[in-house]
């Protein structure tokens, strides 16, 4: 079995992981009682929206972008199960989707809705990578028993969109600075 350059070859005997057989776009012969998983380690990337009511009751709709990396292989293939490698990073992704999700709703529940359209950021970006870059963080290490870390690091997140879902409350913000725009096309 060969690794590409961008994936890890985790092989295993007897419970314990082979070091001699297992790396970066290594390969190794795999007898019968040998358990082999490959994952990647290239950037992934993911989008996720979210739609929530702010604290002034307007439902907005958020669009990001997080790129994410598995930086810590073998802490990885325990926590994820890299055994059927499409199916662990289908898992990750939706977990990872679900925690960015969940992480901005309760950010714009507390946000006023100038805060979400002007600083997407400071103000949201920030909030969802200091909440769920320590958990998947991979603070762990592969002999450890423990669930820390899931040997991931999430590089950025990106607000790409924050959208008013109300047209009748877009037009009305819009109003003032329209009539600005008017006055001085006017003159």
Known sequence: IVAK???????????????GSSGQGASCFKLPWDAVAVGPTSLQRLQFRAEQVTREKVGVEVVGLAVYRIAQPLIAYRVLNFSFPERAQQKLTESLTAMFVGATRRLIANLSVDDCLQKRKLAIAHE???EVRPVVG?????????????????????????RVLSEHVFASMQAPYRAVLDKAAKE
């Open 5 to 19: 350059p961008s994936e890890y070859l985790v092989h295993v005997r007897g419970g314990r992981v082979l070091e």
């Open 128 to 130: 969802p990578l200091s």
């Open 138 to 162: 991979g603070q762990g290490r592969p002999e450890d028993a423990t669930d820390r870390g899931w040997g991931v690091v999430i590089d950025t997140i990106e607000i790409q969109e924050v």
